[in-house]
């Protein structure tokens, strides 16, 4: 299992933008599928977006659809996701994870205010 530190997250208005990073701790992520899972107040974990190990294939789920993109650099070992038009219903905990999941990372916050 490769543990992931996520980063990037913050407090941003309607509308606003954020753009979060994946980075694994001492490990290659150029290996692996990444997905970003968010987890919002009170409800269970979600997954939006998904990259294939080159970068060559996404996902994403209906409601980021056309306003969050996901991306990775193998060469700096990181994955990013550019979320863009937020809405107070991103309001969640974010994660990033190898697919197959493995370690769950601490997660980075993101509240959007409306």
């Known amino acids: 299992q490769v543990p992931l530190v996520e980063s990037g997250g913050g407090l941003v208005q309607s509308g606003g933008s954020l753009r979060l990073s994946c980075e694994a701790a001492?490990?290659?992520?150029?290996?692996?599928?990444i997905v970003w899972i968010r987890q919002a107040p009170g409800k269970g974990r979600e997954g939006i977006s998904c990259i294939d190990y080159s970068g060559q294939s996404t996902y994403y789920e209906n409601s980021v659809k056309g306003r969050f993109t996901i991306s990775r650099d193998n060469t700096r070992n990181m994955v990013y996701l550019q979320m863009s038009d937020l809405k107070p219903e991103d309001t969640a905990v974010y994660y990033c994870?190898?697919?197959?999941?493995?370690?769950w990372g601490q997660g980075t916050q993101v509240t959007v205010s409306s």
């Open positions: 994870n190898t697919w197959p999941l493995g370690a």
């Open positions: 001492g490990a290659s992520l150029g290996y692996y599928a």
